[in-house]
């Protein structure tokens, strides 16, 4: 009897682990049909409503990343307020209409890279100079790439005492703004990392520095049961792929992929072909939604990418393919206005944008 009930009891600890395992990818069970785009401003904020019950739901779409950064008007930190912030009453009307055409909705905030842009600081290192990472780094008047500096975009440093007591009130409280279960780091385009010139980061390993970034930012997500969502071209070896700096990483980031979580979710982005890596991040373990920007063919290829990379997988690579989300980097207006102006008659179809791929790739069901 007591070797029975032993027997039953493992066998009972096995099933359970194994609905863990599978809990996460559970999530994915169906695929995503995505966008990412930043967020309106204050006085936008009817329109992109609109916008979502009339263009987004008979799209179907089912999962809408906003790019806030500091456009809320965040009560926890009101110096790190943007101008044209949305309100907590105009946040509540997106949480509202997404709630009402089960759109699973995600807030985004940059962390670590793309904290300033051309010849501006974000507001983070504006007000808090000291998490810069590379202070002897002046921004350009009139910004060309490549410099002598290298610079694209600055990082905070990760390795700052006080950097994520700052980050973090961000994220809780937009998060509990949009009632998420889920917030987007950004993560992507990470050129300052472990510079000498930093005296924390001085002669650390970039991928160690990257993971650690990550693990920290998952786990205080965890602690709420909220889900991390990345970009993944910093976890892609640039050279071995040929992908170079832009879409994967030739800083010596990439090995960090062994040593992150496997519930974060990857973003692959891919503008100019379907390259085929979500491949390598399902079966790394991780979820993957590949993500096209102005060229349709490059988003339908992503998209039969997918189906046929579901179709032919083992059950427990299956959900890690999580479907197809279009990124849009033009003000939510601009894009509105411009999937409102093509005319399905003309060529216009086969111009490079972002709503013209959005409107190949995500038919309207009342057309």
């Known amino acids: 009897m007591i070797k029975s009930h032993f027997l039953c009891f493992i066998l009972l600890i096995g099933i359970s682990n194994k609905l863990f395992c599978y809990s996460i990818d559970s999530v994915f069970s169906s695929p995503v049909r995505g966008l990412c785009i930043k967020a309106p401003n204050h006085d936008e904020i009817n329109n992109f409503v609109e916008f979502i019950s009339q263009e987004l739901a008979p799209r179907s779409i089912n999962t809408l990343i906003l790019r806030i950064d500091y456009s809320y008007e965040f009560k926890s930190r009101p110096e790190l307020v943007d101008e044209g912030a949305l309100s907590e009453s105009d946040v509540n009307k997106i949480v509202t209409v997404c709630k009402e055409n089960d759109i699973n909705l995600i807030p985004q905030i940059n962390l ?118 990345i970009w993944g071209d910093r976890l892609i070896d640039g050279k071995i792929t040929g992908l170079g700096e832009w879409e994967a990483s030739m800083n010596n980031t990439a090995r960090a992929i062994d040593m992150i979580p496997k519930d974060v979710v990857i973003c692959d982005w891919h503008y100019n072909k379907p390259v085929s890596t979500p491949v390598y991040f399902s079966m790394k373990g991780f979820n993957v939604i590949s993500c096209p920007w102005k060229k349709s063919s490059v988003g339908i290829g992503q998209q039969e990418d997918m189906d046929h990379f579901r179709a032919n997988a083992t059950l427990e690579m299956k959900s890690r393919y999580a479907g197809v989300m279009q990124t849009v980097w033009t003000s939510a207006s601009k894009f509105i206005e411009g999937l409102k102006s093509i005319n399905p008659n003309t060529s216009d179809l086969e111009a490079e944008n972002s709503w013209t791929c959005f409107y190949n790739l995500f038919p309207n069901k009342k057309d």
């Open 112 to 229: 670590f890279g793309h904290q300033s842009w051309a010849g501006s600081l974000g507001k983070l290192l504006e007000v808090y100079p000291q998490f810069d990472e590379t202070p002897d780094v002046e921004l350009p008047d009139d910004y060309e790439w490549p410099n002598e500096d290298g610079l694209y975009c600055k990082s905070y440093c990760p390795l700052h005492p006080e950097v994520h007591d700052v980050v973090f009130d961000l994220v809780d409280e937009i998060c509990e703004a949009f009632e998420s279960d889920a917030f987007h780091a950004g993560m992507d385009e990470v050129f300052y990392i472990s510079e000498e010139q930093c005296t924390r980061c001085n002669g650390t390993d970039p991928a160690e520095i990257y993971a650690a970034e990550i693990t920290k930012i998952r786990n205080h997500l965890k602690l709420k049961k909220r889900r991390l969502w």
